[in-house]
């Protein structure tokens, strides 16, 4: 927030309410709702107005949805409006054929002088995943999660009736699994370890497995 057009304050706390304009990538960044917005996993709605230029809208908007995967903004769409007076409405899919984990900007509504032309304003993402790969942690925890080593195939098994919800989710909704197993690891080294934005984080560690 800022007072009297120069003094910048920060507003600490959650925010519930995402609408959200900004002339950039820079000035989402510093309402800081990432930081704000951290400690909660709740079904979160964002809706950016990006205010700029034509001719720098493109770059600006890579920049915030690229942002949006990095944070788990899953319903993200951005609104510009062009010299044109053309009302757009971009987001991004993280989960396509051709791709996985990326935010490549996707044209998905716009004003037609009289209404929005789509509905619903925030489209389905999470229908069909293409394959794609999703970390799953695991501990050894019987008879949630139980974990065995087949010495033949040197690969990780998981039974138990947790890993048997996961599994019937996966093939409902067409992702795979990279399973990891933590229950050798202090809490405070897989924290470190696999956190967001590392090498091995979860959105990391699927973009290089799916090439």
């Not at 992702?175 to 090498?199: D, I, P, R």
Request: hydrophobic residues 40%; charged residues 20%.
């Amino acid at each position: 927030m800022h007072i009297n057009g120069s003094s910048h304050v920060r507003v600490p706390g959650r925010k519930f309410c995402n609408l959200i304009l900004v002339d950039s990538y820079e000035s989402l960044r510093d309402t800081m709702i990432t930081e704000d917005n951290a400690g909660y996993d709740d079904h979160e709605y964002y809706f950016i107005f990006l205010q700029n230029r034509d001719e720098f809208v493109p770059h600006e908007l890579q920049l915030i949805l690229k942002h949006c995967l990095a944070h788990y903004w899953l319903n993200c769409n951005v609104m510009v409006q062009t010299a044109k007076v053309e009302v757009l409405i971009y987001t991004y899919f993280p989960y396509r054929e051709q791709q996985c984990q990326t935010a490549q900007p996707e044209l998905v509504n716009h004003f037609d002088g009289h209404r929005m032309i789509n509905e619903p304003m925030f489209p389905k993402k999470l229908t069909q995943m293409h394959q794609c790969p999703l970390k799953l942690v695991l501990w050894h925890m019987p008879p949630y999660v139980e974990l065995s080593w087949d010495n033949q195939t040197s690969q990780l098994l998981a039974r138990g009736f947790e890993v048997l919800l996961v599994n019937h989710l996966a093939q409902r909704l067409n992702f795979t699994l990279v399973m990891h197993n933590l229950t050798l690891l202090h809490v405070e080294k897989y924290q470190l370890a696999l956190a967001n934005g590392t090498a091995e984080g979860p959105i990391e560690l699927a973009s290089i497995l799916h090439g």
